[in-house]
């Protein structure tokens, strides 16, 4: 059913797989221990063997999508086991805020990364730098999307493009209008016949529309389309990797899209590492740093070591991700309720 080199199958994986069992397929999306997996015969619902749990130790152990696996077909089911992960030649990932320090896996075997970003709304160059970054370490190359070109003026376009290239170390900023179908050549060149594409970019910035129009039909739904208020919409609607019609994969998962939000967009560029220190030295490794003997925070706050108020923001993009990582776990509406059981319960 699917061409594997089509979907990105090459070399590199092919040498891995040398004289080991199994079949080869590519996770296509991942929920709760269930991964759907595009393979040469079908689509496949599989899970992992319990060989494999036994071995994973770390979060990067276990599949995400655009992972390449090896599997065994359940005969006459649509479903397959999972026994190994190969080898990545890319990961975009991202640390969870917090004492842990917790790695979230968003997407594998990227190729591209499309940081989408419009050119009349919130524009801010050093949250564009920080995404950079974050995908040169990841093994991707990166490429500026600038959306909704008709939306501005020339003038205007050009000095919005020039402020891009300077910060993007060479990396090619491309100016579009999604909606009127205009410059979608220039990104063509990064949809080959087994290339991977990925999206990342704050909602709005026209992330759906643009697959739309890449894909040449309407397969994510756009805010035009269902509304700014739809909640939860990641969870029912939102379809995670897709098959170009000239060959290519586009990886769009709601990881990518929150991405901005993790890094703290108030907290711009700024590090706890000083918090997370004292957090390391108080009394009780459970402390919650309120009225435990032995807190160094609240020690260090009373000493005018750390100021109070970075000790709020601290809180504050802690408490963000940790709805985050509700939302994306369950969805925008129980993440909600659960927030307001723990502010009842005081635990939030
Ligand atoms: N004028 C203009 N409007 C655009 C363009 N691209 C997207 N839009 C509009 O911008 C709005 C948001 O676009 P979406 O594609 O839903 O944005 P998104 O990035 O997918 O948003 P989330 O799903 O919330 O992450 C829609 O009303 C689109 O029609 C463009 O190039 N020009
Ligand atoms: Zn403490």
Redesign the pocket.
């Known amino acids: 059913m699917y061409n594997l080199q089509a979907l990105g199958y090459n070399e590199f994986f092919a040498g891995q797989q040398n004289n080991k069992q199994g079949k080869v397929g590519r996770i296509a999306t991942a929920s709760n221990g269930i991964y759907k997996l595009f393979t040469k015969n079908s689509e496949l619902r599989a899970q992992l063997s319990g060989r494999f749990h036994h071995l994973a130790e770390h979060t990067r152990d276990y599949p995400c999508v655009g992972d390449w696996v090896l599997f065994q077909a359940i005969d006459g089911e649509d479903k397959g086991i999972i026994h190994e992960v190969l080898q990545r030649s890319s990961l975009l990932s991202r640390h969870a805020a917090g004492p842990k320090q917790e790695e979230q896996l968003m997407a594998a075997n990227v190729d591209t990364v499309f940081l989408?970003n419009a050119l009349n709304q919130d524009f801010n160059l050093r949250r564009m730098e920080r995404y950079l970054m974050q995908v040169y370490e990841s093994g991707a190359s990166p490429v500026f999307v600038l959306?909704?070109?008709?939306?501005c003026q020339d003038k205007e376009i050009d000095e919005k493009v020039q402020a891009v290239e300077e910060i993007a170390f060479g990396a090619p900023v491309l100016a579009?209008?999604?909606?009127h179908e205009e410059g979608l050549t220039s990104l063509k060149e990064y949809l080959h016949e087994g290339k991977t594409v990925s999206l990342l970019?704050s909602?709005?910035?026209?992330?759906?529309?643009?697959i739309n129009r890449l894909l040449g039909q309407e397969v994510?739904e756009?805010?035009?389309i269902r509304g700014e208020d739809a909640k939860g919409r990641h969870t029912t609607t939102h379809r995670e990797l897709f098959l170009l019609p000239e060959g290519g994969v586009i990886i769009d998962t709601p990881g990518m899209?929150e991405l901005q939000l993790w890094s703290g967009e108030e907290a711009a560029g700024e590090t706890f590492q000083d918090v997370e220190r004292l957090a390391g030295q108080c009394k009780f490794r459970d402390c919650r740093h309120e009225q435990e003997p032995g807190c160094a925070i609240q020690n260090a706050i009373a000493s005018g070591e750390l100021s109070d108020d970075r000790y709020k923001s601290y809180v504050k993009l802690q408490r963000e991700a940790k709805f985050l990582d509700l939302k994306e776990k369950y969805g925008a509406h129980r993440a909600s309720r659960m927030q307001v059981e723990e502010l009842k319960k005081g635990t939030w």
């Open positions: 989408v959306t909704k070109k008709d939306l579009i209008d999604a909606l970019g909602s709005g910035v026209g992330k759906s529309t643009l994510q756009t805010q035009a899209r």
